[in-house]
Structures are given as C-alpha cells and as structure tokens.
C-alpha cells in the first residue's frame, strides 16, 4: 500500500477498502469518532496484527479506520513512535527503537 509519514496523525489511518484490503475485520474493533482536517469523523479503533515497511516490521500497532476513504494509509505516531527517526540528506531514515 502507499503510504504517508504523518507525525500529526496519533494513529496509523486508513480507509475502509484499504482496511478490507489488508484482510482487517475493522467492525471487531471499537467504534469512536476523530477530528481531521474535514471536521468529525467515524472511526474503528483497530490492533494490527502487523506492519511492515521495506524491512521494518512492528506488531500490535494500534490503527484507525475510517468509513470513507483515504488517498493514502497514513503512517501515524502509533508506528513512529517504536521509531528512531533522522533526516540524512534528502531521505527520512527509521530505525526500529524496541
């Protein structure tokens, strides 16, 4: 999936079909709402079995989704904050803390 580093974002968020998509059961998770740049918003509060981006790989990543969809999956705080992150050059580099 595409993908966007939002360090505004609490959580990893994505919409319904991306959640589909991955095999997630969003509807097990527990429904709340969430204030976006588009005002409130309907959400299921997901725990992601797994996240894997190149060759990082997190479990038990807590996640939104949301009823409509999303341009891209954003790459919340709930998976940058397990990250070490730096800037070298023109790349952001994560490196995996715990």
């Not at 997630?24 to 998770?29: E, H, P, Q, T």
């Not at 904050?81 to 803390?97: C, I």
């Amino acid at each position: 999936m595409r993908f966007l580093i939002d360090t505004g974002a609490s959580l990893v968020s994505m919409g319904a079909e991306d959640a589909v998509r991955a095999g997630v059961d969003y509807r097990k998770g527990r429904p709340s709402t969430s204030m976006t740049a588009n005002g409130l918003v309907q959400i299921w509060v997901v725990r992601l079995d797994k996240i894997q981006v190149g060759q990082l790989v997190l479990h038990g990543v807590e996640a939104a989704v949301h009823e409509g969809a999303l341009p891209v999956v954003l790459l919340g705080m709930s998976f940058l904050n397990r990250m070490d992150m730096r800037r070298e050059g023109g790349f952001l580099v994560l490196r995996k803390t715990h």
